[in-house]
């Protein structure tokens, strides 16, 4: 993707909205959620979102809570680096697990910080999500330290810890045999809020 186009795409996070299941705990985060299947083709189709529900034995702060999300913008949904990334990760959830078709689901977020507190990306701790592939697609950080992500065994060792701190950068994780989280962020300059814009996507057998 040449730099114009990325700097499309990065204007959604833009046009995100508030998560108030996240505010709940005091985590300013703002989000979306989009829902679309992946044939083993390569075709995408939308799916309407519904409630967004984990299962049971995955995230300890969510399981089994109904929660509702904005859309994706229409111009999101149709971004055709979006298609591109869902694509690639089909092409990787593949060598993980066989599937006809793939249930994906998009989440764009945004976690902030103010000078007097710290922003959580990951409200819950260490969890799954109940999937085959579990991906964190960094587009921007502004103003913020910490936000470093980690990937555990089952067991809790931890097994590797990563800032993604460069625009683009891709952590794919098995969410069959993992567990992750991120660090809070905190503003390097506490006169300015600081920001870390993700992309999380995940795959999982329809």
């Known amino acids: 993707m040449d730099e114009a186009g990325w700097a499309r795409f990065a204007k959604h996070w ?4 508030p998560d108030p299941y ?6 300013r985060r703002l989000r979306r959620y989009g829902h679309f299947s992946l044939s083993r083709a390569g075709d995408i189709v939308a799916r309407p979102n519904g409630v967004f529900v984990q299962p049971k034995e995955s995230n300890p702060l969510y399981v089994e809570v109904d929660r509702h999300f904005e ?3 229409a111009a999101f949904e149709a971004e055709p680096a979006l298609a591109s990334l869902i694509r690639m990760l089909g092409q990787v959830a593949a060598c993980l697990e066989d599937a ?3 249930n994906v689901k998009v989440h764009p977020f945004r976690v902030m910080a103010e000078a007097d507190g710290e922003g959580q990306p990951t409200p819950e701790g260490r ?3 109940g999937v085959t592939l579990v991906t964190s697609l960094l587009i921007d950080r502004v103003n913020a330290t910490g936000g470093e992500s980690r990937v555990y065994g089952l067991d809790g060792t931890e097994m590797m810890t990563t800032t993604l701190s460069r625009p683009g950068t891709l952590l794919l994780g098995d969410d069959r045999a993992t567990l992750h989280g991120v ?3 905190r503003p390097l300059d506490a006169a300015r809020p600081a920001y870390r814009d993700v992309l999380v996507t995940t795959l999982a057998p329809r």
């Open 71 to 73: 859309p994706l913008t």
């Open 14 to 17: 833009e046009e995100l909205a």
């Open 183 to 185: 660090s809070p962020i």
């Open 22 to 27: 996240a505010a709940e705990t005091g985590t």
């Open 127 to 129: 969890h799954r999500d």
């Open 100 to 102: 006809a078709e793939w």
